[in-house]
């Protein structure tokens, strides 16, 4: 939750999304690990929710509905607190809740099938979809492949996230509820060693560059290149590199205790809640910053981020010490309400509340 701010103030710093400069390359890179994480763990969330409910048939209803609701907000809300503009004609985003809401309709079907069953097609999903690289990409898709795996345009709304391979990512998670659900120091012990073998596996396939990522890795500067793995759609590579070290983060996780780890947990309590928050935070701090900087609110700041902005003024773009203290600041003012509203959903346990 804490390393998506990053990225989400870089687009309004207008430092570039990666680069020959390590400071701008890692600021982008460090936060490759979040969308995985995301749908790999609303996947464990569904599966953990599912045992609550006791019934697969009232898990499918919240799914589909929570999905609904997912896809209704990035299309509104969230479209809204990107670009502080209205022109909805000509610029919708189908960002990474757009796609959490589709797979969540897409889980709600799969949540029938037995665990270990769901587990293994999404595993053969991350595994296997990058066989379709050995083939030419047709000249058009249709909004349905765009949908599923080519992404692109279909009138004003912009596939960023598609559906494959990020359902499978979700169906893991969904199955590696059963892990959650073993003992403690079994569950870290799992966690760790299938971090580092996924880890390992990720560093041979990347140095033999036969299957797995259509970016080469060779360069002038093939230390940032080795790790410059695709994310759109992303790759089995890019699953490797950000999950293996997931996993063995979260193998430690259980045991962090002070303060950070008590602030961490907060923002872990109420994700979504952060997610709608933290975008016009950070938008309204970026119009801040531009106020301060030039005497006037700059009026590029109302583009259509973070996919189709304007082209970037001259002299605009924030230094990498401004980026990082906007963020800082933004992450320390979102975590009182965020406190606030985990605080809420503990002491009142209201349906509607559970989808945010």
Not at 30 to 49: K, R
Not at 59 to 78: H, K, P
Not at 201 to 209: D, E, I, Q, S, Y
Not at 237 to 257: K, Q
């Amino acid at each position: 939750m804490v390393l998506m701010a990053i990225d989400h103030v870089r687009v309004y710093a207008a430092v570039p999304a990666g680069g020959q400069s390590p400071g701008v390359f890692f600021t982008r890179w460090i936060t490759h690990f979040v969308a995985p994480a995301f749908i790999f763990l609303a996947g464990t969330s569904a599966y953990l929710h599912g045992r609550k409910l006791g019934d697969r048939a009232a898990l499918s209803r919240y799914l589909v509905s929570r999905g609904a609701l997912l896809i209704l907000l990035e299309l509104t809300v969230i479209r809204v607190a990107w670009t502080f503009n209205l022109d909805f004609r000509h610029y919708l985003l189908a960002g990474v809740i757009w796609l959490i809401g589709w797979c969540m309709i897409l889980m709600a079907a799969a949540v029938h099938l037995p665990t270990r069953a769901i587990g293994v097609i999404g595993v053969a999903i991350m595994a296997l979809h990058n066989v379709i690289n050995f083939f030419p990409e047709p000249d058009d898709p249709g909004p349905l492949l765009r949908v599923l795996y080519y992404g692109g345009a279909i009138g004003p709304l912009l596939i960023l996230y598609v559906i494959v391979p990020w359902i499978g990512v979700m169906m893991a998670g969904y199955a590696f509820g059963l892990v959650m659900e073993w003992p403690p120091e079994r569950r870290r012990r799992f966690a760790l060693r299938l971090g580092i073998a996924l880890t390992i596996a990720f560093v041979v396939l990347r140095a033999v560059g036969v299957y797995g990522d259509p970016r080469p890795w060779t360069s002038d500067m093939p230390a940032l290149m080795f790790l410059a793995t695709t994310k759109y759609p992303a790759s089995l590579l890019f699953l490797l590199m950000t999950l293996g070290p997931m996993f063995i983060v979260l193998s430690f996780a259980e045991s962090w205790r002070g303060k950070l780890a008590g602030v961490l947990e907060t923002f872990g309590r109420v994700p979504f809640f952060y997610y709608l928050l933290h975008i016009p935070v950070i938008h309204l701090a970026a119009c801040i910053v531009s106020l301060i900087r030039e005497g006037r609110v700059n009026p590029w700041l109302f583009g259509n981020f973070p996919v189709d902005p304007p082209p970037v003024p001259d002299g605009y773009r924030w230094s990498l010490w401004l980026l990082y203290l906007v963020f800082a600041l933004c992450v320390a003012a979102l975590y009182v309400p965020c406190r606030r509203y985990a605080r809420l959903r503990a002491e009142r346990r209201s349906a509607w509340l559970s989808y945010l």
